[in-house]
């Protein structure tokens, strides 16, 4: 197995927008990546350039010591060479073929005798419970089982790449569960490298192994979920990654939130611009037991948990809370943060905690 490895990456449409900007990285091999950003960050382009459906105006794109471009060289390795599978949004199965033909449709272009498309076939019926559903058309499936055939089809020709572009957001949410499952204990099987593209942080965080955060045409910070989510490298990517998002404060001097925060962080004041705090950090307690009180401005109940929206010095922050609040809208109530919890920014956003 291989590395994707990207170098000095760019693509502009019509010569002026780049939506691809010098952009550096390696997807290592066996990895689910996830690159994660908001729409028009340059995901897509970025995925459609490692599968050749997009010329790079210039840089590298290598997949272990194969070059599949190349400005410098002026190489460009077509995509049918480059062995990917790929699957995006409308993964659209072909209406007048049987589901069998359709997973094995990778394979008859490839000229393979019949014997061997039906003993893939019947691999692949297996892994997907497919069975018994092979000589039926997509029009009879569940969106489920159209999914499933989606996915063996992509898989028919052993890939050694898979590329998915946001497959999943056509699906109802239970579907999407399900199926993030099955990604994830497919990867787990078969080892193989995926990178997968959404622009949704739970599909990301649930399934990733790494996570690279996408914003306006570079990659803001690439590491494991947990660690985008606890240590955010930026105050960008601390915003995106998170429901509800952090709270964040401005740390103007002589303020007594601004204060409260910056006590609990232990950095130089003088560096901060910004702090953060995720909504769990934040904790109701009674009135005049935490140093600092809050009024409590909207109650959202979620089944799971609450989502308590408050009036801290008069600036609104949200609360999220595995317990029912212990007062209700309008009250005033005591606020206390959870250890390690508050993130600071500097001047360009930078997370202070990460970058010392
Ligand atoms: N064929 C094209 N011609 C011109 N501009 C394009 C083209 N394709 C994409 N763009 C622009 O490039 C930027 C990046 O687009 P891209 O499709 O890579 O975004 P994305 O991150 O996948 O967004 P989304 O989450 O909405 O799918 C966008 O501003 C988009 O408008
Ligand atoms: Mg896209």
Redesign the pocket.
């Known amino acids: 197995m291989s590395d994707v490895i990207l170098k000095n990456l760019v693509k502009n449409?019509?010569g002026k927008?780049l939506?691809?900007n010098d952009l550096s990285t390696t997807f290592k091999a066996g990895e689910f990546v996830c690159l994660l950003?908001?729409?028009?960050?340059?995901?897509?382009?970025?995925l459609r350039m490692i599968a050749g459906l997009e010329r790079p105006n210039s840089g590298e794109l290598l997949f272990g010591d194969k070059v599949f471009f190349s400005s410098r060289t002026g190489e460009f390795l077509r995509p049918e060479k480059r062995n990917l599978g790929l699957m995006f949004q409308s993964y659209a199965l072909w209406p007048h073929m049987t589901v069998e033909e359709n997973v094995v449709f990778g394979l008859a272009m490839r000229k393979a005798t019949s014997t061997e498309k039906a003993n893939r076939f019947k691999e692949l019926a297996k892994l997907f419970h497919l069975d018994g559903l092979g000589a039926r058309y997509p029009r009879e499936l569940s969106g489920g089982q159209q999914q499933r055939v989606a996915l063996a089809r992509m898989l028919a020709v052993n890939p050694s790449l898979l590329l998915l572009?946001?497959p999943l957001s056509n699906l109802d949410a239970a579907l999407r569960l399900e199926m993030r499952a099955e990604l994830k204990r497919l990867h787990k099987t078969l080892g193989c490298t995926v990178i997968f593209?959404t622009?949704d942080q739970l599909e990301a965080m649930t399934m990733a192994t790494t996570i690279a955060v996408?914003n306006k045409?570079v990659i803001e910070q690439m590491a494991k979920p947990m660690d985008i989510y606890h240590r955010p490298a930026t105050r960008f990517v601390a915003n995106f990654v998170g429901n509800p998002p952090m709270n964040m404060v401005g740390a103007a001097q002589g303020d007594d939130l601004a204060a409260w925060l910056g006590n609990a962080c232990a950095l130089p004041a003088r560096a901060v611009e910004t702090f953060g705090v995720r909504p769990e950090a934040l904790r109701m307690a009674a009135p005049g037991a935490g140093a600092m009180e809050a009024v409590i401005d909207t109650i959202q109940p979620t089944g799971a948990d609450w989502i308590i929206g408050l009036a801290v010095k008069g600036r609104p922050m949200f609360a999220l809370s595995a317990e029912p609040p212990s007062a209700v809208v309008g009250e005033t109530v005591g606020l206390t943060l959870k250890p390690d919890g508050v993130h600071a920014f500097d001047g360009e956003g930078r997370n202070l905690e990460v970058v010392a």
Do not use: I, L, Q, R
């Open positions: 449409y019509g927008f939506a691809v950003g908001p729409s028009g960050c340059g995901k897509t382009t970025t572009d946001e593209v622009h996408m045409g």
